[in-house]
């Protein structure tokens, strides 16, 4: 009979995996024999071991899930990016709809003040010295309202004339002209360039119409 403990008690004592009644039989013979004792230092030293690799592999465990978190968040960067893609154009401002169909009338502002209206010749008289009124009237009402850009074709060629401009709730514009002098020649065309309010050009071209806008022309002469 082999007097002394076996690998397997020795491991399980170092471990603390004996029941009471065992236990007490290994310590007791530890006590007594040096060769078991020698040997139990090995596998509480290997149990150490153990014990230490194991709590290691737990910490990286731990980790591991972190690392991976931020590659999920990561991942989900460009799911964030599209959606705010998706919810940036609704925050935006909507764009106007486009005006209606206007119609002009040039009426000498003496006239239009005493309420003149209705068909106008198809070339309008214009006094030197004297303002015109350009009105236009939309088909339809257009509470959105419009801007508009308004060139004299004389005989320096079309110039970007001074105006005042009256709006009504309706969209109808009345465009007041200054004054034109004989010494830049006679006034031979008015053009008006209108489209929706607030999305006209900084700098108005004749010829050339920003998006949504529209011209009209109307003859003058000088009496």
Not at 68 to 90: F, N, Q, R, S
Not at 97 to 103: L, N
Request: with cysteine.
């Amino acid at each position: 009979m082999n007097p002394h403990l076996s690998s397997d008690t020795l491991g399980d004592l170092a471990a603390d995996l004996l029941d009471q009644e065992a236990h007490f039989a290994a310590t007791n013979h530890i006590d007594t024999c040096e060769q078991c004792r020698a040997a139990l230092a090995g596998h509480v030293a290997a149990e150490r071991k153990l014990v230490q690799f194991a709590e290691h592999r737990q910490a990286r465990v731990v980790v591991k899930p972190k690392r991976k978190g931020l590659w999920t968040l990561a991942a989900l960067i460009p799911v964030a990016v599209a959606a705010m893609a998706l919810i940036v154009p609704v925050l935006r401002t909507p764009e106007p709809p486009p005006p209606p169909a206007y119609a002009l009338e040039l009426v000498p502002s003496a006239m239009a003040l005493r309420g003149a209206g209705g068909e106008v010749a198809a070339a309008v008289a214009w006094s030197e010295g004297t303002t015109l009124d350009a009105v236009l009237r939309p088909d339809v009402d257009y509470p959105t309202g419009v801007d508009a850009s308004v060139w004299v074709v004389d005989d320096r060629g079309p110039v970007v004339w001074p105006v005042q401009v009256e709006a009504a709730p309706s969209g109808a514009l009345r465009v007041r002209l200054d004054p034109w002098s004989a010494v830049h020649g006679a006034p031979s065309e008015v053009v008006v360039q209108y489209g929706p309010k607030g999305t006209g050009p900084d700098a108005p071209t004749l010829g050339e119409l920003p998006g949504g806008w529209f011209e009209l022309r109307a003859s003058v002469y000088a009496p």
